[in-house]
């Protein structure tokens, strides 16, 4: 339907039009044109029934726990392997095309398959990101709660001069602040470190030689 659409639209294309004068290889050209379309569509419809799949093994058959967070890190790879295959196909494009670095357009098809390769990252980990944001959330507020009693303990005996034990009580409230630090510093975005940082390259490293190339061209150029 879009290949219709749009050869409708737009007309047919480029190398379509090259090689119109030689029916074999035009209908060569135009089969490949339809395959690539036909493969693109499925792939979008297979990623978008994954992404979903993995969103609602996330959001309703797992359970969130900040000290087991291993597990929850399952699906952030497959995630990121999506984002990069999506975002490796406008590079592939440009690199097959070399013309196309000169062309502004190119720029302004590349950013947006960008943005949404890394939707395609974020998107199936947003609801687990919130079920770990509200057990974080409770854990907090459980220790926070149990700090305060202490801290009240702490007070009554200092206003009563009753300063005996008070070693049994600083280990406690030591303890408990341990317990809150530790808890504080616990990600609630399921994935590696080292997995947003390898995908963020995959995406920004291209896309900034692009860039690069195509200033250098436009200053260098005639």
């Known amino acids: 339907a879009f290949v219709v659409l749009s050869t409708t639209l737009l007309g047919p294309p480029p190398g379509f039009v090259a090689v119109s004068h030689l029916p074999a290889s035009a209908s060569v050209v135009y089969a490949g044109y339809l395959i690539t379309w036909w493969i693109t569509g499925a ?4 990623t978008v029934h994954q992404l979903r799949t993995i969103q609602s093994i996330y959001n309703q058959h797992t359970q969130a726990s900040l000290f087991r967070m291993q597990p929850l890190y399952a699906f952030s790879g497959l995630t990121a392997l999506t984002a990069a295959i999506l975002s490796s196909a406008s590079y592939l494009w440009l690199a097959l095309n070399p013309g196309m670095l000169t062309d502004p357009t190119s720029l302004a098809f590349s950013l947006p398959i960008t943005a949404i390769s890394l939707a395609e990252f974020i998107w199936p980990l947003m609801g687990i990101h919130r079920l770990l944001d509200s057990e974080k959330a409770r854990l907090l507020d459980s220790v926070a709660g149990r700090l305060e009693a202490a801290a ?4 009554r005996r200092v206003d009563e001069d009753d300063l005996a034990n008070m070693d049994d009580l600083h280990k406690p409230m030591a303890s408990l602040e341990i317990e809150y630090n530790a808890i504080e510093r ?11 940082r390898l995908l963020i390259t995959a995406l920004a490293l291209p896309l900034g030689v692009w860039i690069v190339q195509f200033l250098i061209q436009r200053v260098m150029g005639p």
Not at 43 to 46: H, I, M, S, V
Not at 186 to 196: G, I, N
């Open 186 to 196: 616990v990600p609630t975005w399921p994935w590696r470190p080292e997995t947003m």
């Open 152 to 155: 009240r303990e702490l007070h």
């Open 43 to 46: 792939f979008l419809y297979r």
